[in-house]
RNA sequence: GGGAGCUUAGCUCAGUUGGUUUAGAGCAUCUGCCUUACAAGCAGAGGGUCAUAGGUUCGACUCCUAUAGCUCCCACCA
């Protein structure tokens, strides 16, 4: 059989694809197995697979096939997310595209749109995961806006208003000016910029000359002015009390009111007030019954209270306005300033702080078990620092605006009523039944109600998930719900915390009395090479698409994992793919050289064989229960990294060695089996980080029924009993072995040259089953115990044996050596002299516990047993 | 402004309750090899005052304090 020395692993990974679905083996369905559930972080439905995706989803990957292996009944849940505010901008944008305004069109008319938008370009995401491997359960895949999923959401909110979490009420809240929505606090994303700070001056209501200098970054906001605000305490203004200032431009009198919110030493102490534009303003314009005067439209451009710039946008007119100020005499100085200015997640807009008629979900109560568990470690964060993040968010918990002024999404199940109530119910039907029996008096008709026209946060859904995905909200004791919620563990990012964990938390313990999942793994953030995140904008992000084309799903998964510490962020660059397909191609070559050989099945199995088999299986067993202690602890690049080595090293480098049979020679049958035993428990190991490789090698390995799967295989598990013993005598030869091919390289030995070793140890004490191993691997034709030192040898030290290696050494060969030597007993002697310091403080004698004295009394007599040979070594070589 | 975390080899990171650690791994580097499984490879080698300064201790990469640098989160100083 012919098989290439390269992997090629494109029709390999499509191939399993393909069988894995078409033998439906990602596929779940309750039984009486334990299960194991993960529910997707539903990405974007207009998204595209992007690195942090790729993270994502290959750690949920490893975890849930581990868990398949195991004995789980272990389902993925797959799904996308409507993403309100998001896919509605792309909607608006191809609209746009075409001509159409989105002015122009109905609420059906748009949705029409959207829907073929999604129907289109929707889902995209969930095929590239295919690509990936991925093993998701596709007849499971939900999307947030399904009519069932839809239909929880209603549910949930009029439970919630039912309970008088939710209300509705005029407050100042986040404006996106682009998307033309209020945002949640969460949504905005606060960003040091470059800016100028205003001094402007307002004169003093009934004098010639007298005026109050104000400090602003927002002149433009000068023409909703409503009042000006100082310390009660500021000597500079005391004698203002009482008085009346002239806002420039409008000519508008307003109240001086004194405050102790002013911070005396900020610009002049003397602060503008703009209760229709800022936050802190509106609060002080609520404690003192101040005017509010809005100035800006809905899109961020002036209207016409502002008199002056009417239709220019805000940015604009806060240049335009300086020129005004300047002419008017009002403009005392400007200065350039430093300051944070909050932008909206979703579209990149300066964030308008803007007074509007919202409707909120108190949080209090919904926060407090929820921190609880979190707390109590019934939920396990790992890493567990985001439970300090989660502590502080939920302790200072505000209420959360949840209606948005959007069309895409689920719409608020409130009615308006003609007398300019509303009632809340899951239906227009029964809101109209409700009306009636409230309002008996209006004699209503359905046409009466009208519904709420704007829709809920993407949030309001996404915290149902691992709810609603079992249809947990509308039938709450349904069999799929029961079994599987809830989920094993959540893994996502740590910028969702807030946004989606937490929310998530508080939700499955309000409708289920239970936590959603048991762990939760944040993953980092995916980084390039310089540490920069990964954006569009900077186009620094690969396309895993083509980095999958280019190095094999495999090859990109081991790339990734390899780099990403649990909650650290990861630095990823292109060159851990490569080492992720060099290790593809590196087992598919150790297969190829295992399936080349030639099998004697009645020949006799080499002494040096069945050690190498008796040690590799005590290293696997050391292996997995590695391995299981890192998966535990969600440590999975260090699970990786010791398959890696396991396979790499281990493996290759000394087992296949070991076993392989000389050139052109048959293998015999019980070594060849044994052999392949092993490499399919490896297989078995390394699957849930390669899924596609290790597939396609356990189908090649052995014969296997139809439909048979490495992925339903059952995965190795650690047996208790160590061979510690056998380990260590193997690594003391391969350190042997070590020293063997330095003098070989340094002196120019050939391999195919055959040596003779004399060890200065008597016969007795002999490790026959080892000398077969370095007979094998170093071509020694004969082991010889000597009681004498050689004469012509270059010698090396093991365990505090002296071993020789024949060879005639020129003078300046001996030179070199002599230099080394010595530098290695000036390291022993130093050595020496430490442990012996140590030994001879009476403190650590009597302190240390009695083990801890013994091992230095050993690390004594071996350094001393050391430096003694080493003294003979260069007295002979003088 | 508040809080959390980090700082160990050129890079990315391990280092579990202080004591088999004058510190490990992978990658990268250097040297020698196209040795018929693999040059996407093999064999070997070099490389670190564990951020800095103190302290606790018989003993500190590990515990404490301060300092510096970096990262993240939170917060209404115009």
Redesign the pocket.
């Known amino acids: 059989m012919e098989i290439a020395?390269?992997?090629d692993p494109q029709n390999i990974e499509e191939k399993w694809y393909q069988y894995w679905i078409e033998k439906h083996l990602f596929e779940s369905s309750p039984n009486n197995k334990e299960p194991f559930t993960i529910v997707i972080p539903p990405p974007n439905v207009t998204g595209v697979l992007h690195m942090g995706h790729m993270l994502n989803n290959t750690i949920q990957d490893v975890l849930v096939r581990r868990a398949r292996m195991r004995g789980y009944n272990a389902v993925w849940v797959p799904g996308t997310d409507h993403a309100s505010i998001a896919t509605e901008a792309k909607v608006v944008a191809m609209l746009k595209e075409k001509g159409i305004d989105k002015r122009s069109l109905s609420r059906e008319e748009f949705l029409k749109y959207a829907w073929e938008w999604k129907e289109k370009y929707g889902g995209i995401i969930l095929k590239q995961l295919r690509k990936l491997g991925a093993s998701c359960d596709w007849e499971r895949t939900k999307f947030t806006m399904d009519p069932e999923m839809s239909e929880a959401v209603t549910k949930v909110f009029v439970d919630l208003y039912n309970k008088g979490k939710i209300y509705r009420g005029v407050r100042m809240v986040n404006w996106d000016p682009k998307a033309l929505t209020a945002v949640s606090?969460?949504e905005v994303i606060?960003h040091e910029v470059q800016s100028k700070l205003y001094y402007v001056r307002y004169k003093i209501e009934g004098t010639e000359n007298e005026y109050v200098t104000i400090?602003?970054?927002?002149p433009e906001t000068i023409l909703g002015d409503t009042a000006i605000c100082m310390h009660p305490d500021d000597e500079r203004y005391k004698h203002l009390r009482g008085k009346r200032a002239i806002v420039p431009l409008v000519n508008r009198s307003i109240p001086l009111i004194f405050d102790e919110y002013?911070?005396r030493?900020?610009?002049t102490?003397a602060?503008?007030i703009t209760p229709a534009h800022?936050?802190?303003d509106y609060n002080l314009g609520i404690k003192y019954k101040l005017d509010t005067i809005n100035i800006f439209n809905d899109n961020g451009t002036l209207n016409e209270s502002a008199q002056f710039l009417v239709g220019v946008d805000r940015f604009e007119a806060r240049k335009q306005i300086i020129p005004l100020l300047e002419a008017a005499g009002n403009m005392v100085k400007i200065e350039d300033y430093t300051?944070?200015v909050g932008y909206s997640e979703r579209t990149n807009e300066v964030i308008e702080p803007k007074l509007s008629l919202q409707w909120f979900c108190d949080m209090a109560s919904l926060a407090k078990p929820a921190l609880d568990v979190v707390m109590d470690d019934e939920i396990k964060f790992y890493p567990e620092?985001f439970k300090?993040?989660y502590a502080?968010?939920m302790e200072?918990v505000k209420d959360w605006c949840i209606s948005r002024q959007l069309w895409w999404g689920h719409r608020i199940p409130a009615y308006h009523l003609p007398n300019r109530e509303f009632v809340v119910a899951e239906s227009k039907e029964a809101a109209y039944k409700l009306a009636t029996e409230k309002y008996p008096e209006l004699n209503l008709t359905m046409d009466d109600l009208k519904q709420d026209e704007d829709v809920m946060d993407t949030w309001f859904s996404s915290w149902l998930w691992p709810i609603s995905v079992f249809d947990g909200i509308r039938n709450p004791d349904n069999k799929e719900v029961n079994y599987y919620y809830p989920a094993a563990v959540l893994v996502t990012a740590?910028?969702i915390i807030?946004f989606w964990v937490a929310r998530m938390i508080m939700a499955g313990l309000e409708w289920r009395k239970s936590i959603p999942f048991r762990h939760v793994y944040f993953t980092g953030t995916v980084r390039d090479k310089q540490g920069r995140k990964m954006s569009k904008q900077l186009g620094n992000s690969p396309d895993p698409i083509m980095l999958m084309d280019k190095y094999g799903a495999d090859g990109v998964r081991l790339g990734m994992l390899?780099?990403s510490?649990a909650g650290?962020?990861?630095?990823f660059d292109e060159?851990l793919c490569e080492?992720g397909?060099?290790f593809?191609?590196?087992i598919w070559?150790?297969f190829?050289?295992v399936k080349?050989w030639e099998i004697d099945e009645n020949g006799a199995q080499p002494s040096h064989a069945a050690t190498a088999v008796r040690w590799f299986n005590a290293r696997l067993n050391d292996a997995l229960a590695e391995i299981n202690d890192h998966f535990e602890k969600y440590r999975l690049s260090?699970a990786l990294?010791a398959i890696y080595?396991l396979i790499?090293?281990d493996f290759?480098?000394w087992f296949?060695?070991l076993v392989k049979p000389p050139?052109q020679k048959p293998i015999d049958g019980k070594t060849y089996s044994e052999i392949i035993d092993i490499f399919e428990k490896l297989m078995l190991v390394l699957h849930p980080f390669m899924p596609f490789i290790t597939e396609e090698l356990w189908h090649n390995l052995r014969e296997r029924g139809e439909g048979e799967s490495i992925m339903t295989a059952t995965m190795p598990e650690a047996d208790s009993r160590r061979e510690t013993e056998l380990i260590e005598r193997f690594a003391n030869t391969q350190k042997v072995i070590?020293n063997i091919?330095?003098i070989r390289?340094e002196k120019n030995i050939p391999?195919k040259n055959a040596i003779s070793l004399s060890v200065l140890k008597s016969s007795a004490d002999a490790d026959s089953e080892m000398d077969a191993v370095i007979s094998r691997l170093c071509n020694v034709e004969a082991i010889n115990y000597v009681n004498e030192k050689p004469e012509s040898a270059v010698s090396f030290i093991e365990m505090n044996t002296e071993y020789f290696v024949p060879f005639v050494q020129s003078a300046e060969e001996k030179e070199k050596e002599l230099v080394k030597l010595n530098a290695d007993l000036a390291y022993a002697q130093?050595?020496l002299?430490?442990v012996k310091r140590k030994l001879a403080?009476e403190?650590?004698v009597n302190?240390?516990?009695e083990q801890?004295v013994a091992?230095e009394r050993k690390?004594q007599a071996d350094a001393e047993e050391k430096i003694r040979i080493l003294n003979e070594q260069i007295a002979r070589l003088k």
Request: some cysteine.
């Open positions: 020395s390269k992997y606090d969460e606060y400090a602003t970054t927002r002013v911070d030493e900020f610009g102490g602060l503008k800022d936050i802190n300051n944070k620092k300090n993040t502080h968010w200072n740590p910028d807030f390899l780099c510490p650290n962020d990861l630095l060159s080492q397909r060099n593809n191609n590196k070559n150790a190829r050289l080349g260090d990294m080595k790499w090293d290759c480098s296949l060695e050139f070590e091919r330095r390289a391999q130093k050595f002299e430490s403080n403190k650590f302190g240390a516990p801890v091992i690390k």
